[in-house]
């Protein structure tokens, strides 16, 4: 069963995620350079603060809590002891171009919390080789919005369709780490769907994926709750596949991410 991200400081709304089982809560500090590379589109930009860290950890009784801190800079040292010293179980790196990056990084968190390091930039996925047996490590997750701007990309999905996401789970599988990526929309939404992008999640042993905003709407008819569970249906459907049919899979939603590419105008 594949673990269900939820990026949320509303701890009512993290309960309900803790209640249902199969969650990990994120609080996201990440701040720097975020505003200027994600300008003009429509993707999330947190609002959270250190203090968050508790607040949430505090109505956790069955699910880990991830927060992801700053890239590497001068001030990473505290915000990973704020973080821990708030309850985080698992310490995310994001926008790291470097090996030597990553292990610095592990120096800080010496051992106190697992690793996440968050491939999102064309300079991460070019040396992964390189860092994915790096000490620490807890599981590597795959940033599909940066890094497909990283790489050149017209559409989040196309690292998918172009096969790196399989290269990166083959390379966690060699260093004997989970791997997840990208965010996924409710089960019939999207221009890839819900459902496709879980089927893909499967294929590939994906352990973990991040909610999108889609599945929580306040005033959706369909509820959080009933969301999720259209979900957890679909996944026990897709897992039914013979190898042919998640082959068939594969090649049409690989077809259906290049069709949509196409469409898009080049990134400026």
């Not at 919005?145 to 990166?168: I, T």
């Not at 959706?220 to 042919?244: G, I, K």
């Amino acid at each position: 069963m594949l673990e269900l991200i939820q990026i949320t400081n509303d701890p009512g709304f993290a309960r309900r995620c803790d209640e249902l089982g199969g969650f990990r809560l994120f609080v996201d500090l990440e701040r720097l350079g975020k505003a200027q590379r994600q300008a003009g589109r429509n993707t999330f930009i947190s609002v959270h603060e250190a203090a968050d860290v508790a607040r949430i950890k505090q109505v956790l009784r069955r699910s880990r809590l991830m927060v992801r801190v700053n890239p590497l800079h001068e001030r990473t040292a505290d915000e990973v002891a704020a973080a821990l010293a708030g309850g985080a179980d698992l310490l995310m790196l994001p926008m790291f171009t470097r090996a030597a990056q990553l292990r610095e990084f592990a120096g800080i968190v010496a051992g106190r919390a697992p690793i996440v390091p968050l491939l999102e930039t064309a300079g991460a996925l070019e040396s992964l080789d390189e860092w994915v047996a790096t000490p620490g490590l807890g599981e590597v997750y795959v940033g599909l919005n940066d890094l497909h701007l990283s790489l050149g990309h017209r559409f989040m999905f196309e690292p998918l369709a172009l096969g790196l996401v399989d290269r990166v789970a083959a390379a966690a599988a060699g260093a004997g780490l989970p791997f997840g990526f990208g965010g996924i929309a409710r089960m019939n939404e999207g221009q890839v769907t819900g459902r496709d992008v879980l089927a893909e999640h499967l294929r590939l042993g994906s352990g973990a994926v991040i909610l999108s905003r889609t599945f929580h709407r306040p005033e959706d008819a369909l509820p959080f709750e009933a969301a999720v569970a259209d979900l957890r249906q679909a996944e026990h459907q897709l897992a039914s596949r013979d190898a042919a049919q998640v082959e068939a899979d594969r090649v049409r939603i690989a077809s259906t991410i290049r069709q949509v590419a196409a469409s898009l105008p080049p990134l400026r």
